[in-house]
């Protein structure tokens, strides 16, 4: 598989993490929120499989990447997001998406 | 299972001693080994007679029976439970199943861990145990389809009460079916049983809304209807990529729609 097409399916996985646990913050009942914190972890778990092939595997990726994978991320988890928004979902915290991009990245050694 | 092998005597004369003679061909009770010798009346008089519930199973294999009394007994013995539940691939006909899956429905929270690993260790067979009390297990009945299509078919120590009026809750239905946006972003990725399960998921929300029934049966029959494709092939990894992925899309965002719909019930 080409860096290109690693790096798309990177950030569409981490893209589908982060949308999860951003709605996981939206649940007003806690014991189903605790519940379903585990299900995230599909997603972050294959978002880290591709990171693991994208080199630099062990540094922070280069400025341009590490640009275009957070705007391109913050982008997809916000259309998401506001997808549900429009049609009344309730309790989405559209400011949590940066920092929560932010967070995984470092997580993953992206930054 | 050789402990809970038991055999049928008589008692016959001996010139100094008397004697019980046992089959030479058994599995268990070796030669040096103690064993109690009870009367046969007192015996069948003492066992309690094991008589679980059945739900959706035409037929069990004996076998597994067997290991099912086990299970109940080893959790009765390690922790108090309410109520036992035995689900998932191992009441499937044949020896197929990933692992035993056992629901604890108890007030107090059981340690599962040291259960799980004196049931593998004595079974060998993987257990995956979930522990749960009896108002969460009825509100995910009424809430949540995955629960719906867990028990839809198993065992139980006691009667459980299958019919939970079904309420919407669109966050949570949401937040499942965005686990099944993985087969659309990973398709060459995932596993013929992993891209099985994700279906399964989303077929099992839609049903869940449109207030159908909800069974692997039923469902199988559905995904075989929609894809047109046996769901075997699909276990197997052998589908054709575009033309599925583009119906897969299709069935994916009317299911996401009709929770999103949903809001506005919720919100008059």
């Known amino acids: 598989m080409n860096r290109n097409r690693l790096l798309e399916l990177f950030c569409a996985n981490l893209s589908n993490a982060i949308v999860h646990q951003i709605l996981e913050t939206a649940i007003d009942v806690p014991e189903i929120s605790e519940k379903y914190v585990k299900e995230v972890k599909s997603s972050w778990e294959i978002a ?24 391109k991320v913050i982008n997809s988890v916000t259309t998401e997001l506001k997808l549900r928004i429009d049609r009344g979902y309730t309790n989405i915290n559209l400011s949590l998406v940066p920092e929560f991009v932010e967070k995984a990245l470092k997580e993953l050694s992206v930054i | 299972m050789n402990g809970n092998m038991e055999l049928i005597g008589r008692i016959s004369k001996g010139s100094k001693m008397d004697q019980v003679y046992i089959p030479k061909n058994r599995s268990g009770m070796n030669t040096g080994e103690y064993v109690i010798i009870l009367p046969l009346g007192k015996r069948t008089e003492e066992k309690s007679i094991f008589k679980p519930y059945f739900y959706n199973i035409k037929a069990i294999e004996p076998i597994k029976m067997q290991i099912i ?21 191992f009441l499937e006909q044949g020896f197929k199943f990933n692992d035993l899956d056992i629901l ?37 009945l009424s809430t949540d389809p995955l629960y719906s299509l867990m028990l839809s078919k198993c065992v139980s120590k006691k009667r459980i009460t299958l019919k939970a009026n ?14 099944s946006k993985n087969l659309i972003d990973n398709f060459d ?23 159908k029934n909800l069974n692997k049966e039923l469902i199988n029959r559905e995904i075989e209807k ?12 052998m589908l054709k990529k575009e033309r599925f992925v583009k119906k897969y899309k299709e069935i994916y965002n009317k299911t996401f729609q009709l929770i999103m719909e949903s809001i506005k019930n919720e919100q008059k």
């Open chain 2, 69 to 89: 009394e086990e299970v109940f007994s080893m959790v009765e013995r390690e922790a108090s439970a309410e109520n036992i539940i035995i689900t998932g691939s």
């Open chain 2, 166 to 179: 079904r309420k919407i809750n669109y966050k949570l239905l949401d937040i499942h079916l965005l686990k």
């Open chain 2, 104 to 140: 604890i429905i108890n007030e107090e929270k059981v340690n599962t861990e040291a259960l799980k690993q004196k049931i593998e260790k004595t079974l060998g067979i993987k257990a995956h145990l979930i522990f749960l009390d009896a108002k969460t297990l009825l509100s995910g």
């Open chain 1, 48 to 71: 880290k499989n591709y990171r693991e092939k994208i080199n630099p595997v062990n540094r922070s990726l280069p400025f341009h990447d590490l640009e275009e994978i957070k705007a």
């Open chain 2, 226 to 237: 929609i894809f047109s494709v046996n769901v075997n092939k699909i276990k197997e990894n």
């Open chain 2, 189 to 211: 990725l995932l596993s013929g049983n992993e891209k099985y399960y994700l279906i399964l998921n989303v077929l099992a929300i839609l049903l869940f809304i449109q207030d």
